[in-house]
């Protein structure tokens, strides 16, 4: 098992950025891929990015895809979610989340990954 703390989240204003990271320990990090998702209220929880082990492959939402970057920094055990243009539409709290499989390609489907971390709130305001 691997125990993913999340932290970057706030309150921002349209159109401004905010980068949200997850610290990972308990388990080799490198040797996994990693997701973020998010929940609106009312809403189920929706896949936003992903990145493979290597930080070599990388998958978007539609909805976020030219906004968002998703990176890796293996040697710090951390997983980025950099956000601009933010819309009000993104707000919801955001989760980390670490592949149950080592070396595959990131999936996108949250059945996919093992490990999740308590979320952080995102909220933006028009």
């Known amino acids: 098992q691997v125990q993913l703390v999340e932290s970057g989240g706030g309150l921002v204003q349209a159109g401004g950025s905010l980068r949200l990271s997850c610290a990972a320990s308990?388990?080799?990090?490198?040797?996994?891929?990693m997701g973020w998702f998010r929940q609106a209220p009312g809403k189920e929880r929706e896949f936003v990015a992903a990145?493979?082990?290597?930080?070599?492959?990388?998958y978007y939402a539609d909805s976020v895809k030219g906004r968002f970057t998703i990176s890796r920094a293996n040697a710090k055990n951390t997983v980025y979610l950099q956000m601009n243009s933010l819309k009000p539409e993104d707000t919801a709290v955001y989760y980390c989340?670490?592949?149950?499989?080592?070396?595959?390609?990131?999936?996108?489907?949250?059945?996919?990954?093992?490990?999740w971390g308590q979320g952080t709130q995102v909220t933006v305001s028009s």
């Open positions: 990145i493979s082990w290597s930080g070599g492959t990388t």
């Open positions: 989340a670490a592949d149950h499989q080592p070396y595959r390609s990131p999936p996108t489907s949250d059945s996919d990954f093992g490990s």
């Open positions: 308990g388990r080799t990090f490198s040797s996994y891929a």
